[in-house]
């Protein structure tokens, strides 16, 4: 299954953007939106090759699959619950970016009321590049934390289910081949959930139950008895 930052990588990643923002911000200001620019493209090459990586499957994986579904959206479609749970979902998205423009009132605020005041304050300690720096490492702090915040107390509100719907898929043995790209690997981190009213196999991380596979099928019984002869998998317990 695709596992997400945990808390502690998002803060310390949150952290070296930090140190490295205010060293721009000090130092070469001029080159400011740049850094932003050249942080979100590393930032997202580095996730992206992260997750092929892990992702990726290995020749002797692709040997004898047991199940093959060409187009499981048109099954999908279908389910009336579907489009209520995928409403939510993208609720909770759209959440997400409520930081966005709060940012845009929060920085304002701070460089026009506080930061003169920390930078008084930091001056007569520091020579006047390191208050710079410190000033703005300080603002960076604290607007990231007012953010966090925010955004914390919003989504414990929020439905947090999280459902991937591949178009076709491919069962082996060790695992699934979505969209001839992705592999999630069988292991003892993933059990699946039957629902054959639903026509539907949900793939489920024990450790992260609100991010769900979902495997429409029209033969969704048939995936069911092929998923149940397997060793390395077995279903979620009620």
Do not use: H, W
Request: positive net charge; contains cysteine; aromatic residues 12%.
């Amino acid at each position: 299954m695709i596992q997400q930052p945990s808390r502690l990588q998002n803060i310390l990643i949150s952290q070296i953007a930090i140190v490295l923002l205010s060293l721009v911000s000090t130092f070469f200001p001029q080159y400011f939106l740049l850094a932003i620019i050249l942080y979100t493209i590393i930032l997202f090459s580095v996730m992206s090759y992260t997750t092929t990586r892990k992702t990726k499957p290995r020749p002797e994986e692709l040997k004898n699959p047991i199940f093959r579904e060409n187009d499981s959206m048109k099954i999908a479609m279908y389910d009336k619950e579907l489009s209520k749970e995928l409403t939510k979902q993208m609720k909770t998205m759209m959440l997400g970016f409520i930081t966005l423009p709060l940012a845009f009132i929060v920085f304002p605020l701070y460089m026009a009321y506080l930061r003169p005041l920390v930078g008084d304050i930091l001056s007569k300690y520091f020579s006047d590049e390191i208050a710079r720096f410190l000033n703005f490492v300080i603002m960076y702090e604290t607007v990231f934390a007012i953010l966090s915040t925010v955004r914390s107390l919003v989504m414990k509100k929020a439905s947090t289910l999280n459902i991937m719907l591949p178009k076709q898929y491919i069962v082996y043995r060790t695992g699934v081949l979505m969209n001839n790209r992705m592999f999630i690997r069988f292991s003892g981190d993933l059990c699946y959930n039957y629902n054959p009213k639903r026509k539907f196999i949900e793939l489920v991380n024990i450790n992260n139950p609100n991010t769900k596979i979902r495997l429409y099928s029209e033969n969704i019984s048939k995936l069911k008895d092929r998923l149940s002869n397997l060793e390395n998998i077995s279903e979620c317990e009620t």
